[in-house]
T-cell receptor, first 114, second 108 residues
Framework: NAGVTQTPKFQVLKTGQSMTLQCAQD?????MYWYRQDPGMGLRLIYY???????DKGEVPNGYNVSRLNKREFSLRLESAAPSQTSVYFC?????????????FGQGTRLTVV | SQQGEEDPQALSIQEGENATMNCSYK?????LQWYRQNSGRGLVHLIL?????REKHSGRLRVTLDTSKKSSSLLITASRAADTASYFC????????FGTGTSLTVIP
């Protein structure tokens, strides 16, 4: 009963490097989300996928790309990491926001870009 | 920003006291939810209130919603040291947006 699993948990990148954050859920949820959390800023939505095969931008999409690989998996890619992308990244899933059900979160990926 | 905003940003109380946090939001919603985050962990769902409800209870939690003012409050009664965490409101319309959070410290 894993819920939402994120990998890796920690990562240090050099400026300009690329990486992909992985997220998988085993609850058969339709919608998946990527957030970043910075001190004093709360959680900001980067991208979301309302259903398999669709993705949309959130509040802060610049510098990121996403792939909804299948219903279970939603990855976030940083093509050329910048120090401003140092943050804690959370993946979440839900049956669907319009259905009014709770979101389940992964444990987060702490990313540092030097 | 479409985020909600919690008030206060930080709150420190003695164990046994009640803690009240407020959330204001900008857009029309289907429902509003409250989440808790312990340090270094992901968010955990606490309670959901639908847009046609005005008040909801769950254990020591009481949530109110005023859609005309676009605001909600979370009351934690008889607080415990274990309630120390950050609390976030989340609004769901077409997307799922979270507020900036209230950091609650309960002093034993």
């Amino acid at each position: 009963n894993a819920g939402v699993t994120q990998t890796p948990k920690f990562q240090v990148l050099k400026t300009g490097q690329s990486m992909t954050l992985q997220c998988a859920q085993d609850m058969n949820h339709n919608s998946m989300y990527w957030y970043r959390q910075d001190p004093g800023m709360g959680l900001r939505l980067i991208y979301y996928s309302a259903s398999e095969g669709t993705t949309d931008k959130g509040e802060v999409p610049n510098g990121y790309n996403v792939s909804r690989l299948n219903k279970r998996e939603f990855s976030l890619r940083l093509e050329s990491a910048a120090p401003s992308q140092t943050s804690v990244y959370f993946c979440a899933s839900t049956t669907g926001p319009l259905r009014g059900t709770e979101a389940f979160f992964g444990q987060g990926t702490r990313l540092t870009v030097v | 920003s479409q985020q909600g905003e919690e008030d206060p940003q930080a709150l420190s109380i003695q164990e046994g006291e009640n803690a009240t946090m407020n959330c204001s939001y900008k857009t029309s919603i289907n429902n509003l939810q409250w989440y808790r985050q312990n340090s270094g962990r992901g968010l955990v769902h606490l309670i959901l209130i639908r847009s046609n409800e005005r008040e909801k209870h769950s254990g020591r939690l009481r949530v109110t919603l005023d859609t005309s003012k676009k605001s909600s409050s979370l009351l934690i009664t008889a607080s415990r040291a274990a309630d120390t965490a950050s609390y976030f409101c989340a609004t769901t319309g077409n997307q799922f947006y979270f507020g900036t959070g209230t950091s609650l410290t309960v002093i034993p």
